[in-house]
């Protein structure tokens, strides 16, 4: 692998000397960046990882991701559904509006979902250094998120008569909390990043939501299917990478880079974190309460279905006169 290193001094003033190291694979500036104090006294002032000035570099992508996840929310969604769907012209209008936020979280989802685990797999940098680091793709991927949540923010409190809900904007506004902290001041990257890879579940959860307004019958292929890939999909991202994520957690917990967090990020991280992996349990435990109703009905369809076709054969009954009486036989 090609790797290429830039050495950039300058002086500011006497004795003070700043050397920045640029470190890139075959995508250049796209993962880590690592910044390296050589004078004794800057490296006190700054010591590596604490931020000491709210940064902006990234908040021009979370204002065009507003723009977009917006201008699909308010244009593109209502044009393509009203031409691809006979039955969004015909539903309410509160119904038509929770629909078009429906399809542009499921955007974000497809959008954000890969590329997230693209980042867990491939950021080697991010994974060593998870708690003060400037991953460019890390910190790209959480500001089109925080763009996306903005819009769904602006969507529930402008229509919030028609699709508000308090508990959702309650989540978005800790939600942003988190994620402007993390683009702010370049702590916590990883576990963000790693609680964005749970978005690959969430088209199959909008998809259950999608196949109920076009009345498909809740026992159809297309409903029971997809009810099984939801459950599948929410088990695989959001149960079964637990023990990664807590593993990670306990590796740094009591590290000298966690302790610089301070006790209110490391008290909010680490209570948010149980918070929504409880709900995720409980959403779990519905799930699969749902999916073994579907699954013994159908059960109960094919045995009812082999009884019908049987009960025929075994019990079939004959009637003849014999001397003008009517004998029956089996």
Avoid at 164 to 185: C, E, K, N, P
Avoid at 224 to 246: D, E, K, Q
Wanted: charged fraction near 20%; proline fraction near 4%.
């Amino acid at each position: 692998m090609l790797w290429e290193e830039i050495t950039i001094s300058s002086s500011h003033r006497e004795g003070s000397v700043i050397e920045t190291e640029w470190r890139s694979s075959v995508i250049p500036d796209l993962f880590s960046k690592t910044v390296k104090f050589e004078d004794q006294t800057d490296q006190a002032q700054h010591p590596r990882g604490t931020m000491t000035t709210f940064q902006t570099q990234y908040y021009p992508v979370v204002a065009a991701s507003f723009a977009f996840f917006l201008g699909f929310f308010l244009y593109v969604s209502p044009w393509l559904s009203r031409r691809l769907s006979a039955r969004y012209r015909d539903l309410p209008y509160q119904k038509q509006l929770d629909w078009d936020t429906r399809t542009t979280s499921t955007l974000h989802a497809l959008v954000v979902g890969p590329w997230s685990l693209y980042i867990l797999l491939v950021d080697t940098a991010l994974s060593e250094d998870p708690v003060w680091n400037e991953s460019v793709a890390a910190k790209s991927c959480i500001a089109v998120t925080v763009g996306y949540t903005i819009t769904d923010v602006f969507a529930l409190t402008v229509y919030f008569r028609y699709i508000g809900d308090m508990a959702f904007l309650l989540h978005h506004f800790g939600t942003l909390y988190a994620f402007i902290y993390v683009l702010s001041y370049g702590t916590l990257p990883y576990f963000a990043v790693f609680r964005l890879f749970c978005e690959l579940s969430t088209p199959f959860v909008n998809n259950r939501w999608f196949l109920d307004a076009l009345n498909h019958p809740r026992m159809s292929k297309a409903f029971v299917g997809n009810g099984l890939l939801m459950t599948g999909s929410f088990f695989l991202v959001r149960i079964a990478v637990m023990p990664i994520y807590w593993y990670k957690v306990y590796t740094v917990i009591g590290t000298e880079p966690y302790h610089r967090l301070g006790f209110g990020a490391q008290f909010c991280w680490i209570s948010v974190c149980i918070v929504l992996d409880v709900l995720n349990v409980v959403w779990f435990r519905k799930m699969l309460r749902g999916a073994r109703k579907v699954l013994r009905r159908d059960a109960t369809k094919d045995l009812n279905k082999n009884i019908s076709r049987d009960q025929p054969q075994n019990q079939t009954m004959q009637t003849h006169n014999v001397n003008g009486k009517t004998h029956k036989t089996e």
